[in-house]
């Protein structure tokens, strides 16, 4: 004698499909969270914050996001390397390395000293050196400032936009939100909207 015994378990292969499909949703959850606080940053770079005239740093910072590793900054992805981004996310002194002074151009100012000819140095009253120039009238026209050192304070440009979405992150790769994003993309069949595709 033998007896049939059926059980359903659709409920369990589900779940399987699920939590197999949750290294994905993860990643998915990271690159929108990126996405986003990449967003923010450059906002915050725009020159409200932080006076960036080039906009070399805004250009310059990307996201990067692997199976459970998200990267910020410059030199991220396709980004090039910005040499003062860290000086200015910590602040600190900057020393010539090179030369005998540091050469800081004035507003309006743009290009190196060597590209402004018959430029020369003067001391102004107040004890500055500066590098000025003549221009048609005889007057003297003020290019750059120099100094032996300079302070840079700490405009946290990075962090601080990081720290702002902290709450989100934590939130967005939650173990029940992972798993739901997971659910969804399995249940919804929309491999394309899952990076590097579907479950």
Do not use: C
């Amino acid at each position: 004698m033998s007896m049939d015994i059926k059980i359903d378990i659709s409920g369990a292969l589900e779940k399987n499909s699920i939590i197999r499909a949750m290294p994905r949703a993860l990643k998915y959850q990271l690159t929108k969270w990126g996405g986003e606080t990449l967003k923010h940053i450059k906002r915050g770079l725009q020159g409200v914050r932080l006076n960036v005239g080039t906009g070399h740093l805004r250009r310059n910072v990307g996201l990067s996001v692997t199976e459970g590793k998200l990267e910020l900054g410059t030199h991220v992805g396709n980004t090039g390397e910005v040499k003062y981004a860290r000086i200015l996310e910590e602040g600190g002194k900057i020393t010539p390395k090179a030369k005998k002074f540091l050469t800081i151009p004035l507003p309006g100012v743009k290009g190196l000293a060597r590209n402004y000819p018959g430029a020369f140095i003067i001391k102004s009253k107040a004890g500055n050196l500066l590098i000025v120039q003549k221009d048609a009238r005889g007057r003297l026209k003020p290019l750059f400032l120099l100094r032996k050192e300079v302070t840079i304070p700490a405009f946290h440009w990075l962090s601080e936009s990081v720290e702002d979405r902290r709450r989100d992150l934590d939130i967005a790769t939650s173990e029940q939100a992972v798993f739901n994003m997971a659910a969804k993309l399995i249940k919804g069949g929309n491999r394309a909207e899952l990076p590097g595709g579907g479950p």
